[in-house]
């Protein structure tokens, strides 16, 4: 029962944690779509161009690195579980292993897709100067919605990560553990002393 409270305690931290990171990154993405350079904030000199730098792009890097850390914990949580769970149990159906690996696969393509959005936005924020600008020596700006589509996918990770984190069922493991406790073992002895004292008595008649 000990480790059974002490699993459901550590999948309930590393829930909290994934849930912290990940609104903080999507507070972090939300905030860039507003704090991003516009094109009325470009400067042209001749056929040169230049852009300011934005907050956007510190709120960018900030979206990537707690996001990051959110999957690196999540999945590592859950991969460790669903490693545990195979070897104490074989009964485990493939579906299920199949079901699992389908949603890890799942989490990491939206987390990809959010780094490459965050990651281009922001770097359109750095500041762009004349002659240089972002590609080719042309000036770009993010357009209208990238940072909040960044955002959306933060939020389908973090519902993939704490889907695949919270997929081990608690109910067997407490059975499991009420089977093995001192109080069941110590109710089947009454039993098993009832029962000798009537083949006991069986025998003497």
Same mark, same amino acid.
């Not at 669903?82 to 389908?102: I, L, P």
């Given at each position: 029962?000990?480790?059974?409270?002490?699993?459901?305690?550590?999948?309930?931290?590393?829930?909290?944690?994934?849930?912290?990171?990940?609104?903080?990154?999507?507070?972090?993405?939300?905030?860039?779509?507003?704090?991003?350079?516009?094109?009325?904030?470009?400067?042209?000199?001749?056929?040169?161009?230049?852009?300011?730098?934005?907050?956007?792009?510190?709120?960018?890097?900030?979206?990537?690195?707690?996001?990051?850390?959110?999957?690196?914990?999540?999945?590592?949580?859950?991969?460790? $579980?669903?490693? /545990? =769970?195979?070897?104490?149990?074989?009964?485990? *159906? +493939?579906?299920?292993? &199949? @079901?699992?690996? !389908?949603?890890?696969?799942?989490?990491?393509?939206?987390?990809?897709?959010?780094?490459?959005?965050?990651?281009?936005?922001?770097?359109?924020?750095?500041?762009?100067?004349?002659?240089?600008?972002?590609?080719?020596?042309?000036?770009?700006?993010?357009?209208?919605?990238?940072?909040?589509?960044?955002?959306?996918?933060?939020?389908?990770?973090?519902?993939?990560?704490?889907?695949?984190?919270?997929?081990?069922?608690?109910?067997?493991?407490? $059975?499991?553990? /009420? =089977?093995?406790?001192?109080?069941?073992?110590? *109710? +089947?002895?009454?039993? &098993? @002393?009832?029962? !000798?004292?009537?083949?006991?008595?069986?025998?003497?008649?």
């Amino acid at each position: 029962m000990e480790k059974w409270s002490r699993g459901l305690s550590c999948r309930a931290a590393i829930c909290g944690v994934v849930v912290l990171l990940s609104a903080t990154a999507f507070s972090c993405s939300l905030a860039a779509e507003f704090r991003k350079v516009k094109e009325k904030d470009m400067k042209l000199d001749g056929s040169l161009c230049s852009l300011p730098k934005s907050s956007a792009f510190e709120l960018g890097v900030a979206a990537i690195a707690f996001l990051s850390v959110a999957q690196l914990v999540g999945t590592t949580a859950a991969a460790t $579980t669903m490693c /545990a =769970a195979s070897k104490r149990s074989k009964s485990s *159906t +493939a579906k299920r292993r &199949a @079901a699992s690996v !389908a949603i890890l696969v799942l989490s990491w393509v939206s987390f990809a897709l959010a780094v490459v959005l965050l990651a281009t936005a922001a770097s359109m924020n750095h500041g762009q100067r004349y002659g240089r600008g972002w590609m080719d020596g042309d000036c770009y700006v993010a357009r209208n919605g990238v940072f909040g589509g960044a955002a959306a996918l933060v939020v389908v990770t973090a519902l993939l990560i704490l889907g695949l984190t919270s997929a081990a069922k608690p109910s067997s493991c407490a $059975t499991a553990a /009420a =089977a093995g406790s001192p109080a069941a073992t110590a *109710t +089947a002895r009454p039993d &098993a @002393a009832e029962d !000798a004292e009537r083949a006991s008595g069986r025998s003497k008649q």
